[in-house]
């Protein structure tokens, strides 16, 4: 069995509230959510994050996670969806299995954004861009 909290999920080895499953993903409700109906998405197939991921395996999750938002939304009457998905420890990840995570949200739910916005000028664009480009 592996040691991955995730796999465990899929396997039934831990307990887990599923919301919808296909034969290549998995969406459960999250223990630590950040509104009601947060729910992860997650592929079948052991994967640590984006950059260990193929393409098609990350899309399977992503239309998944799109197939969920409309789920949350026709059944709480969220007015609004937060997607989002971490990678590696410096991305925020916790949980070294790829998954998206879908919040539905509600204008009073006193979620907020995790940085502040500043615009960027003119020459940090270019800097950036520069290194991306090069």
């Keep these: ?21 296909n034969q290549d993903c998995f969406a459960f409700l999250d ?9 992860l998405v997650i ?3 052991h994967v640590i994050d984006i950059h260990d991921s193929d393409a098609q395996t ?13 789920l949350l939304q026709t059944k709480l009457g969220s007015q609004g969806t937060t997607i989002f998905q971490m990678n590696r420890e410096a991305g925020w990840q916790t949980v070294f299995h790829l998954h998206m995570h879908v919040i539905p949200r ?29």
């Design 58 to 70: 990350y899309s399977l999750v992503a239309a998944v996670a799109k197939e969920v938002a409309d």
């Design 1 to 21: 069995m592996s040691e991955c909290l995730f796999c465990k999920i899929i396997e039934g080895a831990i307990p887990s509230r599923k919301v919808f499953e």
């Design 43 to 45: 592929p079948k197939k």
């Design 31 to 39: 223990i630590f959510p950040a509104a009601k109906g947060h729910t």
């Design 106 to 134: 509600w204008s009073d739910d006193g979620l907020h954004k995790p940085w502040d916005i500043a615009a960027a000028t003119d020459s940090q664009l270019s800097a950036v861009h520069d290194e991306i480009v090069r």
